[in-house]
């Protein structure tokens, strides 16, 4: 029958595997295995991060600059010529592009309006100017041809200037940024890939004039955390990469892609600093590659820039272009201002043949403009060493000049910042800002992070060589099934909380081993299968004992719960082995007690004032027996019965019991007086105690089904002979030697004769324990002193002493019986009339 309980067993293991079977195909393993896979992960030391790999963040400070996502596609135009002229080496918009909208027709453009006026303005001057040269005859007849031919290339030059704004100002915006983003040579664009992997339309324009594109960067895990990426996804027969992967590629030399299985094979891949080889990333069953992300638990760890930077460079320029042209108009620069004022005009009729897809020499021809524009700028405004600039005749500058001064200053230190972080750099643009949900997430690490680190990360992962591997997830399940039945089989036979403690360590074990082969190999064995099946089969398994344990903690709580106390009763119910209804053999140390008195007060008449009596006797009795973590035995009527020892044994059972019956001694002396008082009694109650120690019959001794734990033995039987010999000494209670020397030497006893017990060949001798030693007066003690030396005078036969030394204790103590009863027999003896005393 046991066998087959035991084998019945072995289906909670099966059980258990079902049941997280159930969990993982319903998703709900998904949050414990990743946060055990978070802090295996940040154990692991941080990856170093490529210096190439710059974050470029749409953030909270460019939002505030530039205004609420999504922003005009201008603004993203005007952003990455910007990144052209600081030599960015490689752009990648991981974010989906906003809608592009048409802008107003330039005849309304604020811009347009001033280019026409100030042109005409100028050629009108200048024509002022030569027929008032003419008139006053300082411009001769056969010179003016000459400045005829110069008035009308002006005239040119201007008409060329106002075609080219009119061209930029009626661009399509989509136009622009297509224009941008082919001027710029490497930009890849994103779009979202939809759960079906079917990817949504990307405008023709945009889609013709970017390097390349690809879907959006890795998408957070249900708790917010990024820790893989799909570098790629097959769709009908094709394999689409995600953007800053296609990007990637392009950076390693474009290699070929074969997917084997859980392997992506990059074929002819160049590294950086590297020569061609094969690259192997190791994905997992869903083709997830692993993020190993550098930084720590405060930052991811890469270069970060915001567009905010950017922004602000172009109102700075604007600010200062402005001012020039209010110094133009004041006259501080005279002709060179107007000449400053056409190298940025020039720049910016580069700028926007560059845009429209001209010649791929007009970049270089708008850098250089550029470069003329801000080298001039400075040359005017900026003072040399030693020297004023060209608007000042003096130490101080006018406030046009300063505050122009003061703007380049600003815009020269910003290029400056902005070439040293974008020159070539791997720069990766996305949303890292509160205003639009879902795009800040968390590193496994506790950074935040935006989709567009993820990108960075999966791109960093690939260029350090540093990949992680997942091992499949069948291998956690296997080694779920195999450590459960071991579980199993090593619980069997073991207690509770052991059964606990075994599972508990399985599952720590089982963790710890996963993180030390993360550690060491980067292969990742997800644990929550492996972990969890054989603590839930222990703990299942310890449920199945404790139930199958109450029936017997219900009926040992009944049989126990009255007779011990609670620590007692604790313990009981922990210990291992159950106490049986009959047949266990134990040492006991037996307290026997004798009430005398009881018989009168139960014939006075008075049945319920002597049933209450009893009663109260017995309880206060059982509280003190209890207390001293004894077991009330027999308990009825005029006898009580305690065992220190049964049924759980104690290291110092006899000086429990020996202690037992002095309390009970002085707590029956109280009652008695209360009694006698309360006229309850006619005479005072005499309770005798006999103490005895031996092995004994212990358990549910007597008609089977009702509970009655009691012992039998030679311990008991002594324990009765003693306390009915107590009367012959006049003394309260009678321990045996043996007893009293294992416990009863920290009470004041006296010494006795000895007394022939029933079952030994031999007298014992027996001693009357008389209180605890603390609170006892000095009287009391010098007397038991004295009756001590008074017994051995008697054991010598120095009968006369030994007379005069009891009579001495019944002096200190008046009413002393067992001293009276030794007065007596001295006496007797001394006259030749007695026989030996204790006979």
Same mark, same amino acid.
């Given at each position: ?664 001694? !002085?707590? /029956?002396? %109280? +009652?008695? @007086? #209360?009694? &006698?008082?309360?006229? $309850? *009694? ?59 020397? !294992?416990? /009863?030497? %920290? +009470?004041? @006893? #006296?010494? &006795?004769?000895?007394? $022939? *017990? ?69 006496? &007797? ?11």
């Amino acid at each position: 029958m046991a066998g087959k309980r035991r084998a019945l067993l072995f289906l909670v293991p099966l059980l258990v595997i079902a049941l997280f079977l159930l969990l993982d195909l319903e998703g709900c393993l998904s949050r414990p295995a990743g946060w055990i896979y978070d802090a295996a992960f940040r154990l692991r030391p941080p990856a170093a991060a490529s210096r190439e790999i710059l974050l470029l963040d749409v953030d909270d400070r460019a939002v505030a600059v530039t205004g609420v996502w999504p922003w005009t596609t201008e603004v993203i135009a005007d952003g990455l010529v910007q990144l052209k002229e600081f030599d960015a080496d490689r752009v990648v918009f991981d974010l989906r592009l906003p809608d592009t909208t048409l802008t107003a027709s330039s005849a309304g453009s604020p811009a347009v309006s001033e280019a026409f006026d100030r042109e005409f303005s100028l050629i009108g001057e200048n024509i002022r100017v030569l027929f008032d040269g003419i008139r006053r005859g300082s411009v001769l007849p056969k010179d003016s041809p000459r400045f005829v031919d110069d008035l009308v290339s002006q005239v040119e030059t201007a008409k060329a200037r106002l075609l080219g704004g009119i061209a930029g100002n009626g661009t399509d915006p989509e136009t622009k940024l297509a224009g941008a983003m082919r001027a710029f040579g490497r930009a890849w664009i994103a779009w979202e890939l939809r759960s079906d992997h079917v990817a949504d339309p990307v405008p023709a324009a945009l889609y013709g004039s970017a390097r390349g594109d690809g879907f959006t960067g890795p998408v957070m895990d249900p708790d917010g955390v990024l820790r893989r990426g799909l570098p790629v996804a097959e769709r009908q027969g094709r394999y689409l990469e995600q953007a800053a992967f296609t990007a990637l590629l392009d950076r390693l030399g474009s290699p070929s892609l074969q997917l084997d299985g859980r392997k992506l094979v990059l074929g002819g891949a160049r590294p950086p600093g590297m020569p061609p080889r094969d690259m192997v990333l190791d994905l997992t069953e869903n083709g997830y590659l692993l993020l190993d992300w550098p930084g720590a638990d405060t930052e991811d760890g890469f270069r970060h820039l915001s567009w905010g930077d950017l922004a602000e460079l172009d109102w700075l320029e604007e600010d200062l272009v402005a001012a020039l042209r209010e110094i133009d108009r004041s006259g501080l620069l005279a002709a060179r201002g107007t000449t400053l004022l056409d190298r940025y005009d020039d720049a910016s009729i580069f700028r926007d043949r560059m845009l429209a897809g001209d010649d791929p020499s007009v970049a270089a021809e708008w850098l250089d403009a550029r470069d003329r524009f801000f080298a001039l700028a400075s040359e005017m405004l900026l003072p040399a060493e030693g020297g004023d600039t060209a608007a000042e005749t003096g130490n101080e500058a006018p406030p046009l000049i300063a505050d122009a001064r003061r703007i380049l200053t600003e815009i020269l230190q910003s290029r400056a910042s902005l070439r040293e972080a974008l020159e070539g750099s791997f720069c990766v643009v996305s949303l890292a800002t509160r205003s639009v949900p879902g795009s800040l997430g968390r590193t496994p690490r506790g950074a935040v992070a935006s989709g567009g680190s993820a990108s960075a990360a999966l791109v960093n992962t690939v260029l350090t060589g540093r990949t992680l591997a997942a091992i499949p997830q069948w291998c956690g399940k296997v080694l779920g099934v195999a450590l459960s039945i071991l579980a199993t089989i090593a619980v069997l036979r073991l207690r509770i909380l052991w059964t606990l403690l075994v599972g508990a360590l399985f599952a720590a074990a089982t963790v710890a081993g996963s993180g030390g082969l993360f550690l060491a190999t980067g292969g990742y064995l997800d644990p929550v299968m492996a972990a969890g099946s054989p603590a839930l089969t222990c703990a299942a398994l310890a449920a199945i004992k404790a139930l199958g344990r109450l029936p017997a903690r219900r009926a040992l709580r009944r049989r126990f719960a009255p007779r011990v106390s609670r620590t007692s009763l604790g313990s009981l119910l922990s210990a291992s082995t159950r106490t049986p209804a009959a047949g266990s053999e134990q040492r006991v140390t037996v307290l026997y007690a004798r009430i005398g008195g009881l018989r009168g007060a139960a014939g006075s008449g008075d049945p319920a004032s002597a049933a209450a009596m009893l009663n109260e006797f017995h309880a206060v009795m059982g509280r003190i027996i209890v207390g001293l973590q004894g077991t009330i035995g027999r308990a009825e009527g005029d006898t009580i019965e305690a065992y220190f020892g049964a049924p759980l044994q104690g290291t110092d059972d006899p000086r429990r019991a020996c202690l037992c019956a002095a309390r009970m001694q !002085a707590a /029956g002396r %109280e +009652l008695a @007086a #209360r009694f &006698l008082a309360n006229r $309850l *009694l006619s005479s005072p109650l005499a309770m005798r105690i006999g103490i005895a120690s031996g092995t004994c019959l212990t358990g549910d001794l007597g008609m089977p089904g009702v509970t009655g734990y009691a012992v039998m033995g030679a311990a008991r039987d002594e324990a009765s002979h003693l306390s009915g010999a107590c009367e012959r000494f006049g003394a309260a209670n009678l321990v045996a030697g043996p007893v009293w020397e !294992a416990g /009863g030497k %920290e +009470l004041l @006893a #006296r010494m &006795l004769d000895r007394v $022939l *017990l029933p079952t030994d060949s031999g007298p014992v001798r027996c001693y009357e324990l008389v209180s605890e030693l603390e609170g006892t007066d000095k009287t009391t003690v010098e007397a038991i002193g004295v009756f001590n030396e008074g017994l051995a005078c008697l054991e010598g036969n120095d009968r006369v002493k030994a007379g005069e030394l009891f009579q001495r204790v019944l002096d200190l103590l008046p009413g002393d019986s067992p001293a009276a009863v030794y007065v007596a027999r001295c006496r &007797l003896a001394s006259a030749g009339q007695a026989d030996a005393p204790g006979r």
